[in-house]
């Protein structure tokens, strides 16, 4: 079961699944890439689908959270780069 965000009704009926890739953080210099399963659910109030929420990953997102924090730890940090 997952909640439709706009309205907070829940939804049982999956419409769909799709696999999405996702870049996480490097682990030794090696890309990491994480492909994950997401249901979509049909609101039966609005009509339409919606996809569930998945903890670290934003929707329509191509990056983690993770990786997210650490780029803006990067351009925070790293402000001359002449310094680096």
Known sequence: ???YPK???P???VYNRRLVVIKDVSVCDKAVL???SKSRFW???YKRP???SSEGMNKDHK????????IRWVCESV???ERV
Not at 63 to 70: D, E, S
């Open 34 to 36: 994480v492909r994950s």
């Open 79 to 81: 402000v001359d780069l």
């Open 63 to 70: 990056i983690t959270q993770r990786l997210k924090g650490v």
């Open 43 to 45: 609101s039966t109030k």
């Open 1 to 3: 079961m997952e909640i």
């Open 50 to 52: 919606f996809e569930e």
């Open 7 to 9: 309205c907070d009704s």
């Open 11 to 13: 939804s049982n009926s």
